[in-house]
């Protein structure tokens, strides 16, 4: 295997990789499974075809929705970075995620099989969609709220949201979705940028068992300055808790939309007319507001949903377990399934509650065949034992789907065998909020599959990976992750701060979309994604990529998850220093921390040896599942903590400090 050993990330190499080698091995590559392979939606000649005429392949895939005015165009790039797609086409988002469909007769198909953490169920039909959509629409008219305005929305996992945001998509009034664990500030800031003049939200929703409420953070929100032109907060009734109210501006969701006329006329808008806002928070700073438009926007989560979950929307149960506050949510809970007519499960709560089986119970309660989810909860639910899932009749799966972070193989070939019957084909899906929809991932029915890697740029996309000099590298080695054409679903723009839209993205490399991800490509041109290029370590002179360390650490049987950061070292620039969960039954017994240095020297070469290993319960995460690295980093450096308002649990963090001195292991 000439696998080159030398990966360029800005300052120095990284050494060897004998781990990725390993990987590469023959037997850790998956065919497609043949039936799959005969049916599937996607063949290998899209490739071919994007490839001869990307623009035309692209214009041909906006066929797959229904215009109101046919667009003619289909790039305007001659105001670069800032993207014009299908311009002169027209055409409203919530008529094809829903009307277009019971036009079509399908009426009585189930978008929706809504489950509640509680164990409520509710299936919501296209037809009873489109009705509520349109009542939602007209309630929103009746709020004042006009084609352009800014609605924020503040929900749990609830069919009211996936309502509300066609509901908007409807009349033209761009949503801007805020995760419902965020705080009143975060909240506040967001709803502030955006300039929303109404908030949607509920008394609260179920999480872990119990009732958890959302009112009172909008009410808190809406003290502070910046968010006083939200004139109305219109409020599901999901838990029954007590809320306070304010008379004249909060509304009752049932009260409001519930009398309005079950007819709405969509009217049909500008390809570029805003669809949403989302916030990134980024590493520093104020969050930037990303901004998607319609046609493009539409298009390209269409066709993506289509071609690497196969969907046969006549029979396939599909299942996107992201909440809808992250992109995932918007582009593969809302707007690619329900434009492609798929049926879905959406449910509430966490995978624990009220058992760690939970999540395959759903599986097995409505047959799902399509599963996507990410690494993290993977990883987690690896870490709960095989034993869990082995209870339940996963039969009904038929493709798997990752996305959110790295898969580490181990975690990668778990899910594949434990969760896929070890034949489904799981597809790592590469892209970013910023991105819209995916960009890098396998096609299950032509791509043999490696564990761990997004392999190649889907039909139609274009990227590559770069060195410093902005020079391709060649295949065997790695460097900075560009995009180097623009796709229909590419953001247009920070909200409100075109300056920073190019500093961010395209300052870096001229004419190249820089991710802010390293990456490697193989001996066969197949992208392995290492991280953010923030997150490279550099140690004795070398860039050492944080995941691959981790991935080297969970390799190793008695490890569930690990966490890497470099934290200043006199001697080396960086010393490793690893966080790791140990697997259930697994003892944190003497000499293991030895013993899993030994195995990280021997998998990726002395140098990437961690210096300090500490076990650990948790680690701490945002609510997407990213680690935050910025803490542990501030433990490894005996910092006092930064901003931890953004962790899912902040009391993981005392825990892990209090840990921090004995269990470290020095060279
Ligand atoms: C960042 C984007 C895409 C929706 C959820 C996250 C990382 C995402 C993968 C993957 C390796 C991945 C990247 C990317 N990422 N998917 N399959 N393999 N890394 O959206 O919050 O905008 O985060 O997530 O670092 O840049 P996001």
Redesign the pocket.
């Known amino acids: 295997m000439a696998w080159d050993t030398t990966v360029t990330l800005g300052k120095g190499d990284v050494v060897s990789n004998e781990s990725l080698a390993n990987l590469l091995r023959e037997e850790r590559r998956f065919a497609p499974p043949a039936d799959l392979a005969a049916n599937a939606n996607v063949t290998a000649e899209a490739y071919e075809r994007a490839k001869a005429d990307r623009l035309g392949f692209w214009a041909e895939q906006a066929r797959r929705l229904t215009w109101a005015a046919e667009p003619t165009e289909t790039l305007d790039w001659s105001n670069p970075p800032f993207a014009k797609w299908f311009a002169d086409g027209k055409l409203n988002v919530a008529y094809n995620c829903v009307d277009r469909h019971v036009e079509n007769g399908l009426g009585d198909r189930v978008a929706i099989h809504f489950e509640g953490e509680p164990g409520d169920t509710r299936s919501v039909t296209y037809a009873e969609l489109q009705r509520e959509v349109s009542k939602a629409a007209h309630a929103l008219t009746e709020l004042g709220v006009r084609t352009g305005d800014r609605v924020a929305i503040y929900l749990p996992m609830i069919p009211e949201t996936v309502v509300a945001m066609l509901a908007c998509a409807r009349i033209g009034a761009p949503h801007s979705v805020v995760f419902g664990g965020f705080s009143a500030d975060a909240l506040a800031t967001r709803i502030e940028d955006a300039d929303a003049r109404v908030v949607i939200t509920a008394d609260g929703g179920y999480r872990r068992g119990k009732p958890s409420a959302l009112k009172p953070a909008v009410d808190e929100a809406l003290t502070r300055p910046g968010t006083e032109n939200v004139g109305n907060v219109l409020v599901v009734r999901r838990t029954g808790q007590e809320v306070a109210w304010a008379e004249g501006r909060d509304v009752w969701w049932h009260e409001l939309v519930d009398r309005q006329p079950e007819q709405h006329t969509p009217e049909a808008f500008d390809a570029e007319h805003p669809l949403f806002i989302l916030y990134?928070s980024g590493t520093t700073g104020k969050p930037k507001g990303i901004l998607h438009t319609t046609g493009g926007y539409l298009t390209q989560v269409s066709y993506t949903h289509h071609a690497v979950f196969d969907l046969k929307p006549e029979s396939d149960v599909y299942w996107c377990t992201a909440d809808v506050g992250?992109?995932?949510g918007h582009s593969y809970i809302v707007y690619g399934p329900l434009s492609n007519g798929a049926t879905q499960v959406l449910y509430e709560g966490t995978p624990d509650t009220p058992h760690q089986g939970r999540w395959w119970e759903i599986v097995q309660k409505y047959g799902v065949t399509i599963l996507y989810t990410a690494p993290t909860a993977i990883r987690a639910c690896m870490k709960w034992g095989d034993d869990i899932p082995a209870k339940f009749d996963l039969s009904s799966l038929r493709i798997l789907g990752?996305?959110?972070?790295?898969?580490n193989p181990e975690a990668w070939v778990w899910y594949r065998k434990h969760i896929g019957a070890d034949k489904t084909p799981v597809v790592?899906?590469?892209?970013?909020?910023?991105t819209g929809g995916m960009m890098i991932s396998p096609l299950p029915g032509v791509t043999e599959t490696k564990p761990g890697s997004?392999q190649i740029p889907l039909p139609g996309i274009s990227a590559t990976v770069i060195d410093d000099d902005a020079n391709e590298v060649p295949d065997g080695s790695g460097g900075y992750l560009v995009l180097t054409e623009p796709w229909p679903s590419m953001l247009r723009t920070i909200w409100g701060d075109d300056q920073r839209y190019l500093d961010t993205y395209w300052s870096r490399f001229a004419n190249r979309y820089f991710?802010?991800?390293g990456a490697k490509k193989d001996d066969d041109g197949d992208i392995w994604?290492l991280?953010?290029v923030d997150d490279v370590m550099l140690v004795s002179g070398h860039n050492i990529s944080t995941t691959e360390v981790e991935s080297a650490l969970v390799s190793h049987p008695k490890v569930a998850e690990a966490a890497v950061v470099g934290a200043t070292d006199p001697q080396t620039t960086q010393a490793i220093c690893a966080f790791v969960i140990l697997r259930g039954g697994a003892a944190e017994e003497d000499g293991l921390v030895e013993e899993l240095r030994a195995h990280v020297s021997k998998h990726l070469g002395p140098i990437a040896k961690p210096k300090r290993i500490l076990p650990v319960a948790e680690l701490p995460k945002t609510r997407?599942g990213?680690i935050m690295r910025r803490l542990l980093r501030d433990v490894a450096e005996n910092r006092t903590l930064g901003d931890v308002t953004t962790l899912t649990d902040s009391s993981v963090m005392e825990l892990i400090q209090s840990k921090l001195p004995s269990a470290a292991s020095e060279d």
Not at 402 to 407: A, C, D, H, Q, R
Not at 428 to 434: A, L, S
Request: hydrophobic residues 35%; aromatic residues 12%.
């Open positions: 990134t992250w992109v995932t990752s996305v959110g972070e790295p898969i790592d899906t590469w892209w970013q909020t910023e997004a991710a802010g991800d994604l991280g953010r997407s990213k």
